[in-house]
C-alpha cells in the first residue's frame, strides 16, 4: 500500500512563486505515474500535471511554460514528487492534492494554495 503526503501550500501574491512536494510512503516499484490535481470549491477536480516513471511529464494547457513537474526523487530518504509553480495567478488558487496510479491509486489529502490578486 501507498500513502501520498502533500506539503508546501499556503498564501502568495500574484506573480510568486510556490513548490508543492508529494511524498510517496510506500512501495514506488508498482507506481507508473503520479499526478497533480486541484480543486476549487464547487468545481470539478481538474488535472494540473503529470509524470510517468519514465520520466514523461504532461501539463495542462494553463499551466504550461509556469509549472514544473519533478520526475519521482529520492531526497533525505524520501521518495517525493514535486511542483514548483511560477508566476502564480488568482485562478491557480485551490486545493492541491497529488495521486499515484498503479495497480492500486491512492489520493493524498491535499494542500491549499492561495493566490492573492
Known amino acids: 500500500q501507498v500513502q501520498l503526503v502533500e506539503s508546501g501550500g499556503g498564501l502568495v501574491q500574484a506573480g510568486g512563486s510556490l513548490r508543492l512536494s508529494c511524498e510517496v510512503i510506500?512501495?514506488?516499484?508498482?507506481?507508473?505515474?503520479i499526478d497533480w490535481y486541484r480543486q476549487v470549491p464547487g468545481g470539478e477536480r481538474e488535472l494540473v500535471a503529470g509524470?510517468?516513471?519514465?520520466?514523461?511529464?504532461?501539463?495542462?494547457d494553463s499551466v504550461k511554460g509556469r509549472f514544473t513537474i519533478s520526475k519521482l526523487n529520492r531526497i533525505n530518504d524520501k521518495n517525493t514528487v514535486s511542483l514548483q509553480m511560477d508566476s502564480l495567478e488568482s485562478e491557480d488558487t485551490g486545493v492541491y492534492s497529488c495521486i499515484s496510479w498503479g495497480p492500486g491509486d491512492y489520493w493524498g489529502q491535499g494542500t491549499q494554495v492561495t493566490v492573492s490578486s
Open positions: 510506500g512501495s514506488i516499484f508498482n507506481i507508473n505515474a
Open positions: 509524470v510517468t516513471s519514465g520520466g514523461t511529464t504532461k501539463y495542462a
